[in-house]
């Protein structure tokens, strides 16, 4: 091209007097060949400059969030007609330099594509993504399990099999086992405390009834209540805990929402065609198939996200742990992360890369907009606080505190039992609550038994309470023996074996047998550590004194045929030897009535209370009372002629003379002549119940 010359009569380097113009003179070329050559030069370079201008402007509209001029999916290569292209650019810079008013009204906010599986279909398709076939493929498969994930949690979050049954259910449950198995006497411990109210003190030892203390537990925690309240506690840990946790958890489903439907808003702006335009990572067009295909995302993100919303607060409203409400809660957020989680760990690379690639998309926003979504917010809070509160968590106190009303409420100190030959139910008073500090003496048996080693050590037999038995056969007859037979088979009166005069006093194990039987007889009525038969006398004449009776015969009067009568026969723990050593002191005795002394005073002093003891009720308040204490004083004072005025006690209509097995030996002992043993009775002699001596007498008479 030749090069441009300064026309004469210019100075080179002079400047005009009123403005700077200058002016080139070009020498054309003549042949009109090089002109056309030259023209289309230039035309090819301008045209390739306005691609570039116009490449630019269309990338300022994408950040600005402006239309695209009409030319942007066309290249301007295909057409020589450059002209309406002067339009749209100029439009476009009409539309970047907006008036400030309206900027002050609206305002935009940039909305990117989330990090999600749920974002792949955006790019579904599209050519000018750097992204493989298998890709592609897994990256549909991911898209699908999520959504197979996401609602399958959300179907089994709606079965009762995972929300369970409605707490209102425990109150039926919790009568059946207050009715049947709280007071059952099989399962009364070795310290006599009823299973219930082990159950509801918390008994850390418990292993039956554990689902029960479990609950009761649960209750006491979740409503801040003590073992022995049964009304509502001020704060309530539990209600204050699940309403936090439900709370908490709809703020993560409010936030799915929200980015659903910036998601949404965004994808909406964004101008429709058939087609599809991306270009430098940006949507230019996008086609109404692909945004179906983000719209069917969007709503099953929205169901999904629902379902979610109302299974999870009925589950957390059926939650009764306290420890287990947080867990909940972060479980269930885990669930709406399922498809961040595939898209961090499993999406392809290329895939992420591209999404997260993608330029953000900018949506406008007004302040009216922003204050309706406020008032939207703060409505559906208070909503959401009051109706979980009124309709789920505070219907749940009630229910919890009826639960336990109906499992510890009332009594829970007795048990009973059912006897089916009488058909009749009884019932035991049991120990109030477990007192660890005051054992019983089972438990003190086996709390000295269990420090020994087996093999090493043997416990000394004035601590060693147990007694073990050889077999399983000998510890079952030895476990359901009775009293009576247990003195029928004591081979001698084991008190005996302290009196210095006794053959058997030098023998160390006779005397550490008896010593230590001794301590046993002691621990059963609450004496530990006593070792000494002196040390138990005031126990002897008590109902339940049975095995302080058999091991300390000579003490309580089974020697002595002369001693109050009450409790001196084999079924009360007199040994059949203590017994027989006392028949033989009868031997040289009188067959006469015994004026009234210490003993027989005794007796009779005793009647009311041993009566209420074996009845097991306080006669005192009956109508019998006064009968049986008018019999009281005249056997007192008149001795044994009464006896033949009443000659049969009141309730038990046994014979004061023949005595009573199971209750006091026979009065013949006494008062010999007023029931009748010392007249003759023939061939058949005397009663068994009359004293030995009236034998001699009697035949003595008849000769």
């Known amino acids: 091209m030749p090069a441009p010359t300064i026309p004469a009569g210019k100075v080179q380097g002079e400047e005009p007097d009123h403005e700077d113009v200058r002016s080139i003179e070009v020498e054309m070329p003549t042949s009109g060949v090089a002109i056309e050559r030259q023209l289309e030069t230039m035309r090819r370079q301008f045209e390739s400059d306005l691609v570039q201008v116009l490449e630019r402007v269309q990338a300022l509209e994408g950040r600005l969030g402006m239309e695209h001029s009409p030319l942007a999916g066309k290249n301007p290569a295909d057409s020589i007609d450059v002209e309406p292209t002067k339009e749209p650019v100029l439009d476009s810079q009409l539309r970047v330099a907006e008036p400030a008013g309206e900027e002050e009204q609206e305002q935009s906010t940039e909305v990117c594509f989330e990090e999600s599986v749920w974002s792949i279909p955006a790019l579904a398709g599209i050519a000018g993504v750097d992204v493989g076939f298998f890709d592609r493929w897994f990256g549909a498969v991911l898209l699908l399990l999520n959504f197979g994930m996401q609602a399958a949690f959300s179907w089994v979050l709606l079965t009762d099999a995972f929300i369970g049954e409605p707490f209102e259910t425990r109150v039926e449950s919790a009568k059946i086992w207050r009715t049947s198995v709280a007071h059952d006497y099989k399962y009364l411990d070795l310290a006599d405390t009823s299973l219930v109210s082990r159950v509801c003190t918390g008994d850390g030892a418990l292993i039956l009834s554990t689902t029960q203390a479990t609950l009761i537990h649960q209750i006491n925690s979740f409503l801040g209540l003590q073992k022995g309240q049964f009304e509502h506690s001020v704060f309530q840990p539990g209600i204050l805990l699940s309403m936090i946790c439900i709370i908490l958890w709809t703020l993560c489903v409010y936030k799915e929402f929200r980015r659903i439907w910036l998601q949404l808003e965004a994808a909406w702006v964004i101008p429709k065609q058939r087609r599809t335009v991306y270009r430098d990572n940006a949507f230019v067009y996008m086609s109404w198939g692909r945004f179906c295909a983000l719209l069917a995302t969007y709503i099953a993100r929205t169901v999904i996200a629902t379902v979610l919303l109302a299974a999870g607060i009925l589950w957390l409203a059926r939650t009764t742990s306290i420890e287990e409400l947080m867990l909940n809660a972060v479980a269930l957020n885990a669930i709406l992360d399922v498809d961040e989680f595939l898209f961090a760990g499993m999406t392809p690379i290329n895939i992420q890369h591209s999404i997260q690639s993608l330029k953000p998309i900018k949506v406008k926003y007004s302040r009216l907009r922003s204050e309706c979504e406020s008032l939207v917010h703060f409505v559906t809070l208070v909503v959401l606080v009051v109706c979980s509160y009124y309709l789920l968590l505070g219907p749940l106190g009630d229910t919890m505190l009826a639960v336990k009303n109906e499992l510890c409420g009332g009594d829970q100190t007795f048990v009973v039992s059912y006897n089916t030959d009488t058909q009749q139910t009884f019932g035991l008073r049991t120990a109030e609550t477990r007192d660890y500090q005051n054992l019983s003496a089972s438990e003190i048996a086996v709390q000295s038994h269990k420090a020994t080693s087996r093999g090493l050590a043997t416990p000394s037999l004035e601590t060693q309470y147990l007694t073990f038995s050889a077999n399983k056969d000998l510890f079952q007859a030895d476990r359901t023996r009775t009293i009576a037979e247990e003195a029928a088979l004591t081979p001698f009166c084991i008190e005996s074996l302290q009196d210095p005069t006794n053959p058997r006093y030098n023998d160390p194990s006779m005397q550490a047998m008896s010593i230590n039987r001794i301590a046993i007889a002691a621990l059963s009525a609450g004496r530990q550590g006593v070792i000494r038969c002196e040390d138990l006398g005031d126990l002897c004449d008590t109902f339940d004194a049975r095995l302080v009776r058999l091991t300390c015969g000579d003490t309580c009067g089974c020697l002595n045929p002369y001693s109050s009568a009450w409790f001196k026969v084999e079924e009360q723990g007199c040994a059949t030897a203590c017994l027989r050593v006392a028949d033989m002191r009868m031997q040289n005795s009188t067959c006469q009535d015994m004026p009234p002394d210490d003993n027989w005073r005794k007796f009779w002093t005793l009647y009311p209370g041993i009566l209420s003891s074996f009845y097991g009720r306080d ?45 006091f030996r026979p009065l013949a002992i006494v008062c010999p002549q007023t029931c009748g043993c010392s007249l003759p009775s023939g061939d058949e002699g005397i009663p068994s119940y009359c004293p030995p001596s009236c034998a001699s007498a009697g035949n003595s008479s008849f000769s």
């Open 619 to 663: 006669i005192t308040g009956t109508t019998f009372y006064s009968e049986i204490t008018q019999t009281m004083q005249a056997m007192i004072s008149g001795g044994c002629p009464v006896l033949a005025q009443s000659p049969f006690e009141l309730l038990t209509q046994a014979n004061w003379c023949q005595g009573m097995p199971s209750l």
